[in-house]
């Protein structure tokens, strides 16, 4: 008798997909990863171009002032149209370049505190400047030949010449607009240094007029000899500096450049107005 034989057929499962996803499936997710790497390196790229465009901005401004130092102290422009000139020129460009009137120190709701502010440092110089023209001592420090003036050339040279003429051009190119393209890209302590130091250099050329149009200046350094002049400079640099150092913190403080107007025109025009004073004294 023959055993019949059973033969087994093997019939395939259906296919199992393991992964999860398909390949039709991941297609979008590629694409929106894609998208959105795409969409990061344009705005990054928008970035930098913006950062490379405000520091160009800043170079711009640096530049702009050693013309406008070159032309008043090598050229012998009129600083009477040259710094309001100089002034607008800034504070246009500043507004074309995006700065606010609040980066520039000029907004509408600090004027009130940067002007009382600046009020109290005009006091302050002025008993300063009192005590100094009193005092022998330091009595010839206000003898300046160029401020020898009759008592009409010195209130003109105090409340017109110096407030037109130098405290507009340096107020609002250096705690205005170049205060305001620098706080774009550097902290608040490398603003108020850098504009500081800017500042200083931008007293080297009317240095090398007070070493012999003061006395009293020309005699500190006189031991230096023929090095007298650059001392002269080099003191002048960072005496100045330091002085940025003040006024930039006043116009940090307050937010107004007015505080630090106020200190510039107290320390420039008092000068004069004690100065009258004190060669009448020495006369």
Do not use: C
């Not at 009409?152 to 407030?163: C, E, K, Q």
């Not at 006024?247 to 630090?260: M, Y």
């Amino acid at each position: 008798m023959t055993t019949p034989v059973l033969t087994l057929t093997a019939t395939p499962d259906a296919h199992l997909h393991t992964s999860g996803t398909s390949a039709s499936d991941a297609s979008p997710v590629t694409a929106e990863v894609t998208r959105h790497s795409a969409v990061t390196t344009r705005r990054l790229a928008l970035i930098a171009r913006g950062r490379r465009a405000r520091l160009a901005s800043t170079v711009v401004v640096v530049f702009a002032l050693v013309g406008v130092n070159l032309a008043n102290h090598v050229l012998g422009w009129d600083t009477m149209w040259l710094g309001p000139a100089g002034a607008v020129a800034l504070l246009l460009f500043a507004r074309l370049q995006g700065l606010s009137w609040h980066q520039l120190g000029l907004a509408r709701r600090t004027h009130a505190k940067g002007i009382r502010w600046g009020l109290g440092v005009i006091a302050v110089v002025a008993l300063v400047y009192l005590v100094g023209v009193l005092l022998p001592s330091t009595r010839t420090a206000f003898l300046d030949a160029r401020y020898h003036l009759p008592p009409a050339g010195a209130l003109l040279t105090a409340f017109v010449l110096i407030p037109v003429g130098t405290v507009l051009l340096e107020e609002v190119a250096f705690r205005s607009v170049l205060w305001g393209f620098l706080s774009r890209h550097a902290r608040m302590w490398q603003v108020l240094v850098g504009s500081s130091l800017l500042f200083g250099l931008w007293h080297v050329l009317p240095a090398a007029a007070s070493a012999t149009g003061n006395a009293a200046i020309g005699g500190a350094f006189a031991a230096l000899g023929g090095f007298a002049k650059v001392g002269v400079i080099i003191g002048t640099v960072l005496f100045t500096a330091a002085g940025g150092l003040v006024a930039g913190e006043l116009r940090r403080r307050t937010g107004s450049i007015f505080a630090s107007v106020g200190m510039h025109w107290a320390t420039n025009a008092l000068g004069v107005l004690f100065g009258l004073v004190a060669w009448q004294l020495a006369g």
